[in-house]
């Protein structure tokens, strides 16, 4: 098991750790104007102590990020998108107990996956009038964070094990682009109606989110990019991911807590971190 730092805002760690922290993202060719760790954890509220493995490198990893990749469900948003769907048509309870083993790691993610689809077989139709009767529900401040990101310059990414369909309305709320959306893609014949998924997906299989997050560092040229998320496939993500901060919000899964480099229950203290540190090194 991962030891996990508690601390709280006041700087608890040596000066020379603080030191090394800076100049290690010196030579990762951050900005030399960058905050260094000590800077940003003192200015954060020493009201709620400061949990992860590695406080230093997820707010220094934030401050200077030219990426930042989200999952989704119950992250971005308050529910499991396949478990609203499921509700929708009456398959709730089995549905969320596969999604239950998935985030935490006891399945694999195709398999559970292809279970809940198999079960599932949701039309067109069945999706979008989903979406109408009951509209995805965004986390609290989650709407300023990815603001605030995008407003420093920050390419943000949804890279998420959940369904493009679903997902794409969220993503022009929050003005991130289609092409900034990883998820899986639910087959339809001509009629509407349920084929299968694009297993071809990054995210359509376990240690996908590694993989998409690999794609856009070679892709774009990223220096560094932070994973977000609730789940244990979001932890998977690093690395590549420079740091993975857990999102505890709407869940809190233990084992995403023990690996988390920066737990958080509110997107508050993320979006201080960019508001008064954020260091813009736009690649794309």
């Known amino acids: 098991m991962i030891s996990m730092i508690t601390t709280t805002a006041a700087p608890l760690f040596r000066r020379a750790v603080f030191q090394q922290t800076r100049l290690s993202f010196r030579n990762n060719n951050m900005s030399t ?29 934030l401050a200077n990020a030219d990426a930042v990749c989200f999952d989704v469900d119950s992250t971005v948003i308050q529910e499991e998108g396949i478990d609203v769907l499921a509700d929708f048509l009456g ?6 107990a596969l999604t239950k083993q998935a985030m935490e790691g006891n399945t694999k993610f195709e398999d559970a996956l292809r279970q809940r689809l198999d079960l ?9 009038s989903c979406l109408q009767k009951h509209p995805l529900q965004k986390s609290p401040g989650v709407t300023d964070f990815i603001a605030s990101l995008q ?6 990414f949804l890279v998420s094990g959940g369904f ?3 997902i794409e309305g969220l993503a022009n709320d929050l003005h991130i682009s289609k092409k900034n959306i990883y998820a899986n893609t639910i087959l339809f014949d001509k009629e509407g109606m349920y084929t299968g998924f694009d297993d071809s997906e990054f995210t359509s299989a376990d240690m996908g989110k590694p993989k998409a997050v690999k794609y856009l560092e070679t892709t774009f040229g990223y220096d560094t990019i932070v994973m977000i998320g609730d789940g244990a496939t979001d932890a998977q993500a690093k690395p590549p991911a420079k740091a993975f901060i857990g999102y505890g919000g709407v869940v ?3 084992a995403v807590k023990e690996k988390a480099d920066w737990f958080v229950t509110d997107f508050d203290s993320l979006t201080h971190v960019v508001d008064k540190f954020a260091v813009n090194n736009k690649k794309k």
């Open 33 to 61: 104007t960058a905050a260094s760790a000590s800077d940003i954890i003192s200015s954060l509220s020493s009201s709620t102590p400061l949990v992860g493995t590695d406080i230093e490198l997820a707010v220094t990893s």
């Open 120 to 128: 599932l077989r949701p039309s067109k139709a069945d999706i979008e």
């Open 91 to 96: 398959k709730g309870e089995e549905v969320s």
């Open 252 to 254: 809190e899964r233990s």
């Open 151 to 156: 407003k420093s310059g920050k390419d943000v």
């Open 164 to 166: 493009r369909i679903m």
